[in-house]
Nanobody
Framework: QVQLVESGGGLVQAGGSLRLSCAASGLTFSTYAMGWFRQAPGKGREFVAASGRYTRYAGSVKGRFTISRDNAKNTVYLQMDSLKPEDTAVYYC??????????????????WGQGTQVTVSS
């Protein structure tokens, strides 16, 4: 059974940093592309970043967020710097075996974590 468990969310002031982690189990981690999505209150799920055969970022986070992965630890990270109040959302980790597809498309992801709350105060 595949499990994705996010951690590292919390409350931070604008301009601050957070590092999210997502620990995966039950899959061959190195063969999956891993993505981060977020959902703010009253809004749809939004692509943030992904790492697989290539790395991709949403325009709104490019230059501020960095995705990385440690295949030996089956873990993907999202380093978030220069945080803004509009980054406030529940952040979800996801895994896809469709590594040749568009990673920003949430429909290609096979597995999802439960989410971790990130709140950025102004």
């Amino acid at each position: 059974q595949v499990q994705l468990v996010e951690s590292g969310g919390g409350l931070v002031q604008a301009g601050g940093s957070l590092r999210l982690s997502c620990a995966a189990s039950g899959l061959t981690f190195s063969t999956y592309a891993m993505g981060w999505f977020r959902q703010a209150p009253g809004k749809g799920r939004e692509f943030v970043a992904a790492s697989g055969r290539y790395t991709r970022y949403a325009g709104s986070v490019k230059g501020r967020f960095t995705i990385s992965r440690d295949n030996a630890k089956n873990t993907v990270y999202l380093q978030m710097d220069s945080l803004k109040p509009e980054d406030t959302a529940v952040y979800y980790c996801a895994a896809t075996s469709w590594t040749y597809r568009d990673y920003s498309n949430s429909f290609i992801y096979d597995h999802w974590g439960q989410g971790t709350q990130v709140t950025v105060s102004s």
